[in-house]
């Protein structure tokens, strides 16, 4: 029997992909793009239109395991030296033995129990993030019961929080120009927007805008593919944007170029933001971001004037340490143009606030703790190494990975490991595979893929609501995320009702949440009409079996920020609060050129791979072949300077580790600057990936990762044996 099911792709990507998965005699047999989603419109990203190849995968992890060697993956020591990584397959013969559902859980929920009566229920740190954005699996049952076991709270900082800090404190909600709408702006900054690795299906709007002559400018210290083909790209030093902004704005207001009206009904603080921009002239920003006065200028008076302008900024600005305020600055931008009034105009970083789902409803937050008489500690994800290795009173004992490759995707690598690595830590991994975090579980548990299970999807680069429904059972004995949380709860003896809820009652509690852009947006409409815009107008046009907007989304055209003032805060008391200049200021990271820490001379983008999704995918042969691995990209000045040719192998290091990548000469980055991608670090020399150069440190908002804020150096690895 042959049938077509409709999910929504969860991986953690603004685009949230409308699929099609046709199945046959309850084996999955195609994956396509489902042609009537009106943004991602029928095509998928390379590396999701070969997820037939991972969810066959012969690396899934079918059935619950229990650790019988050691922990982790013998390593010597980190050297020069091929050390080929094992076969997956090999190592789960050696390394587990395969015991039942029930087994584990009991083996979970004693261990547990005995920790939380020696040591309290904040000794267990659940840690999750990116895996699936649905809604459900993404953060529901989980919370439920991590929440109701009084456990330590994740504070899930990893990706976003510096910037949508940042954004919100100028907007006050994660709200953004509707990707549609890009087909009519005539002036488009990507602004740290790698748009054809990551938001592959913004493209052809921009496509579209340039045919009519729109001008596609990319800012950003890497040369994507998205800046080969852009009208102008700006190479810019690394973590001096907010500087760029200020500069920008300096030229605007100078000029008289700033929409008068719009500022002064909608924005609060301009005359403190006219005084703030004096002391960022071009000249005095030139020195920092690399970019000429001359170039400054254009650029201001470019995005000025050629209109509708509009901003696609991405997260590459907010992972440094200055990621916060330099978020702020450029998300002043439209509001002292005006441009948040015009179709194809105002700016992009996240549409997530638009949903508003319930998400006390599926949290549960209310959930009483036996035994814990203070809200549970928090743990920030970032600082994983150090909460393993210092935390004390009570000291971590129990990890719960699910969501997440933290062995991969957390900076400060050696710290993490070194953790990970301590006998009496009890570790649970819920994965699809033997990740570089499963070498150090010590109960393995397998997780369905979205194929295997159903969920609720939301999006933060657009406006549609999906299902995404069960195409597949689920393979072996793999279980949802929901589905363990549910039994872990029972074996607990966590019997609140809502430990019961099925997970339709779960996606419809989700949408009953008095959020008017939800209102009309039922399970029943969803499962029928497949993806639903946010009901912004209310007013509808019944197409070809799917809802059509009558109007552009315009979330600030006459202003409706949700800022406590109710305006775009160009001045935030709450930034003040925070002791951080009020309006905005560029302070550039300790750790790059411009900072006192010169040790290492080069700066290192430690970014996503094209094709991988973090750590994801980075194992499925298929999706390996597209995408070269563990170089490390240099200009050829820095190379030739010490004396490196293109493909030999060098040593990268700082003072929190060391890597041997191979060294590509191939005009990417500037000089100063050097850039390697994610993978999973068992697949590298060494067993080793990018993070271990990277550091714990905080962004200055949100408490976000710095990936960005690196400084290593580099040399031949010719000598070393
Ligand atoms: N193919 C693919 N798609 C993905 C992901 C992936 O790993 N692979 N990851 C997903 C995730 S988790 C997220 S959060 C989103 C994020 O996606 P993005 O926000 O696009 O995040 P990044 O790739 O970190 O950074 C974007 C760009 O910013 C640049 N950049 C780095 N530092 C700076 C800087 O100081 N200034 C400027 N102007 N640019 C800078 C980088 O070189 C990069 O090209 O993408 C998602 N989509
Ligand atoms: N150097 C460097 N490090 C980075 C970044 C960077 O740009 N550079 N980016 C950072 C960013 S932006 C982010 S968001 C983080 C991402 O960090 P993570 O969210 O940890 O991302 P992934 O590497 O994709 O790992 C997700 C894991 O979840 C598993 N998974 C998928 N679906 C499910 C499910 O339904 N249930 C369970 N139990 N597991 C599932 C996948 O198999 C995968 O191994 O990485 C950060 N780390
Ligand atoms: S990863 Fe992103 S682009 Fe690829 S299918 Fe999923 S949502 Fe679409
Ligand atoms: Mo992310």
Redesign the pocket.
């Known amino acids: 029997m042959k049938k077509v099911i409709h999910a929504a792709c969860p991986h953690?990507c603004p685009d949230a992909c409308g699929v099609l998965i046709t199945v046959e005699d309850g084996r999955a047999t195609k994956i396509q793009g489902d042609p009537q989603h009106p943004v991602t419109r029928g095509f998928l990203c390379a590396k999701v239109a070969k997820y037939l190849d991972r969810v066959y995968s012969p690396d899934r992890v079918l059935y619950p395991m229990r650790r019988i060697v050691p922990k982790g993956i013998a390593v010597s020591a980190v050297g020069a030296g091929e050390s080929p990584a094992p076969t997956q397959s090999a190592e789960s013969s050696q390394a587990w033995q395969r015991i039942t559902w029930d087994e584990a859980l009991d083996e979970i929920a004693a261990r547990f129990r005995a920790i939380v009566t020696e040591f309290g229920s904040e000794a267990i740190l659940p840690y999750s993030?990116?895996?699936?954005l649905g809604a459900l699996?993404g953060a529901s049952m989980d919370r439920r019961f991590f929440g109701r076991l009084g456990a330590s709270q994740l504070e899930r900082a990893?990706?976003s929080a510096a910037g949508e800090a940042g954004l919100t404190s100028v907007l006050g909600v994660k709200l953004g120009t509707e990707p549609e709408q890009f087909v009519h702006s005539r002036y488009i900054i990507a602004w740290a927007s790698n748009i054809h690795g990551n938001n592959v299906h913004l493209w052809p709007f921009i496509e579209e805008a340039r045919r009519k002559g729109a001008k596609l400018v990319v800012i950003d210290p890497y040369r994507t593919r998205t800046a080969a083909c852009a009208e102008w790209y700006i190479p810019i030093n690394p973590g001096t944007d907010g500087a760029l902004a200020l500069a920008m704005m300096h030229v605007i207001i100078g000029e008289g170029l700033h929409d008068a009206d719009y500022v002064a009904k909608y924005t609060l603080g301009f005359d403190a933001l006219r005084e703030k921009v004096k002391d960022y002239p071009p000249e005095r920003v030139a020195q920092w971001t690399g970019i000429s006065a001359e170039d400054i200028r254009k650029l201001a008076l470019e995005y000025a004037t050629v209109r509708p302008s509009v901003i696609r900024l991405n997260?590459g600005v907010q992972?440094s340490e200055g990621g916060g305020m330099a978020t702020r600055a450029i998300a002043m931008l439209p509001c002292i143009t005006g441009s948040w009034k015009e179709v194809g105009g105002g700016l992009q970083m996240s549409t997530s606030g638009a949903f508003g789902l319930n998400k006390d409803a599926l949290t549960r937050p209310d959930l009483q703790v036996e035994g814990l008489d203070h809200p549970p500690r928090s743990v920030n994800m970032v600082e994983l190494g150090k909460a393993l290795n210092t935390l004390n009173d009570p000291p971590l004992k129990a990890l719960f990975v699910?969501?997440?490759?933290?062995a991969?995707?957390c900076?400060n690598h050696n710290e993490v490991i070194r953790g990970l690595r301590r006998r009496d830590l009890f570790t649970v991994v819920?994965?699809?595979?033997f990740?570089d975090t499963t070498d150090y579980a010590d109960i393995l548990l397998p997780?369905?893929?979205f194929f295997e299970h159903k969920d609720l999807q939301t999006a933060y680069g657009h406006y549609f609501v999906q299902v995404s429904d069960q195409a597949i059972e689920p393979l072996g004995e793999c279980r949802?995320?929901v589905e363990v949380f549910r039994a872990l709860a029972a074996r607990m003896g966590f019997n609140e009702p809502c430990f019961g809820e099925s997970v339709d009652e779960m996606i419809d509690g989700a949408l009953d949440s008095g959020n008017p852009w939800l209102q009309g947006i039922s399970r029943d409409r969803l499962e029928r009409e497949r993806q639903v815009r946010l009901n912004f107008t209310g007013q509808w046009v019944v197409g070809s079996g799917q809802s059509e907007p009558t109007e552009p989304f315009l979330p600030f055209a006459q202003g409706n920020f949700r800022t406590p003032s109710g305006k775009a805060e160009l001045y935030s008391e709450a930034m003040k609060v925070q002791g951080l200049d009020p309006v905005a200021a560029f302070t550039a990271p300790q750790e790059s050129r411009h900072g006192a820490r010169s040790a290492f001379p080069l700066e290192l983008l430690?970014?996503?791979a094209d094709n991988f999704?973090?750590?994801?995918f980075s194992n499925v042969p298929s999706v390996q072949a597209m995408e070269e691995t563990n170089l490390l990209e240099m200009h050829s000045s820095d190379a030739r300077s010490r004396g490196i040719s293109d493909g030999e192998t060098v040593k990268v290091y700082n003072d929190r580790g060391v890597i041997f990548l191979k060294a590509r000469v191939d005009g990417a980055v500037q000089p100063g600057v050097v850039s390697a991608k994610?993978n999973w670090a068992k697949l590298a020399r060494g067993f080793r990936n990018?993070?271990v150069l990277?550091s714990e440190k905080l962004s200055d908002l949100g408490n976000s990762?710095t990936?960005y804020s690196v400084l290593v150096e580099v040399e031949s690895a010719r000598s070393i044996p």
């Open positions: 953690d993030y990116g895996g699936t699996n990893i990706c997260y992972r699910y969501n997440s490759n933290p991969a995707v900076p819920h994965e699809q595979f990740t997780a369905t893929t949802s995320n430690a970014r996503k999704l973090n750590s994801s994610l990018i993070n990277t990762a990936f």
